[in-house]
């Protein structure tokens, strides 16, 4: 009798141990908020984050990938990142304003860097990673840059010079950089979440925007646009951001696979990212509904007159020192146009 209720006292022990079993062994979750498309340079290099990080962990920690604003649309996610409802984000550089970090407008001024080459020498220097330590004051860590690329101009009439702006409401993004670059050619700049700029084209509340073709494309935005100018004359890229509390709890065995995954993941993003871009232009010529127009020299450098004086009016805004030490990376005189 004693005997067999010490056994059955065991087995009971046993199975408390087992039912506990699994809760120990519950990956850590990362929940991954973004607003674009899955076949995008940012949403495959989330995907790209989240499969290595399931190998390189073996399964101790778990991405959950949320594209295309499904779970938060661009200000409620950065809300979200603050509140811990969501652990990691790649906002695009122009969308930290409202959280208080206006200088990473910088890399909103028009024509500042001339091509991947420059914005690296950027993201990649002391520059972009003193940007990233303005963070954590919020309780954000910035742990890399991803690419997206150069921004065009898409509208319903042909842009071939800054007049053809003129009047126009353009969809920006919530930088006041890009307000000011929109009201340089005298067009009327309105703020507004992405999710919401292809209804936006559709019914004529704005007239139109300006992206990387890789969002044009995936949004479909070039069946409701009837030209794009490819007039690179901004770019538009991320910073992968995570929630500092959370980031800075996780396990040290966790940790080092984690940055490992990010290296991974952030040299595949800055890989694919003209590729990419390249081929969603591609995409949108053979889809036929948009009359792609390649400015001419002459018609670039209109452009960039017209808006490089955005600069000088920004400087008080995102610190001329930081505009300074870009020109020095990138060897940009704008008294040289
Ligand atoms: C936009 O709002 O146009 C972009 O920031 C979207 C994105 O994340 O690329």
Do not use: C
């Not at 550089?93 to 200088?103: C, D, H, N």
């Not at 001419?296 to 300074?324: D, Y």
């Amino acid at each position: 009798m004693k005997l067999k209720s010490v056994l059955v006292g065991a087995f009971a022990a046993a199975g408390l141990a087992m039912a506990s079993l699994p809760a120990l062994a519950d990956p850590i979750v990362i929940k991954f908020s973004h607003v674009v498309a899955v076949d995008t340079p940012k949403g495959k290099a989330a995907e790209f984050f989240k499969k290595r990080v399931d190998e390189l962990t073996k399964g101790k920690v778990k991405v959950e990938v949320y594209p295309n604003s499904q779970l938060y649309k661009d200000k409620e996610e950065m809300e979200a990142l603050q509140l811990g409802a969501v652990q990691m984000l790649a906002p695009s550089l122009a969308k930290f304003g409202p959280l208080g970090v206006k200088e990473f407008e910088v890399f909103d001024l028009p024509f500042i860097f001339d091509d991947y080459n420059d914005l690296h020498k950027v993201t990649q220097g002391p520059v972009g990673q003193g940007l990233l330590k303005k963070l954590e004051p919020k309780g954000i860590t910035g742990l890399a840059y991803w690419d997206n690329g150069f921004k065009s101009f898409s509208a319903n009439t042909p842009i071939h010079k800054p007049e053809d702006l003129k009047g126009k409401k353009m969809r920006i993004q919530s930088s006041k950089v890009l307000e000011e670059q929109m009201r340089s050619v005298g067009s009327i700049p309105q703020v507004m979440a992405f999710s919401e700029v292809y209804q936006a084209l559709q019914t004529g509340v704005v007239d139109g925007t300006e992206n990387p073709i890789s969002n044009l494309y995936t949004q479909k935005m070039h069946e409701v646009q009837k030209y794009l100018s490819l007039t690179n004359h901004g770019y538009l890229g991320y910073a992968v951001i995570v929630n500092k509390k959370f980031w800075d709890g996780l396990p040290a065995d966790v940790k080092g696979p984690l940055d490992t995954a990010m290296k991974e993941a952030t040299a595949y993003a800055n890989k694919i990212a003209k590729e990419e871009n390249d081929a969603s232009l591609e995409g949108v010529k053979k889809a036929g509904k948009t009359t792609v127009y390649v400015p001419t020299k002459e018609e670039r450098l209109a452009f960039k007159r017209a808006m490089v004086p955005v600069h000088q009016k920004m400087e008080s805004r995102i610190g001329k020192e930081t505009i300074q030490e870009i020109y020095k990376e990138t060897e940009f005189d704008p008294s040289k146009l």
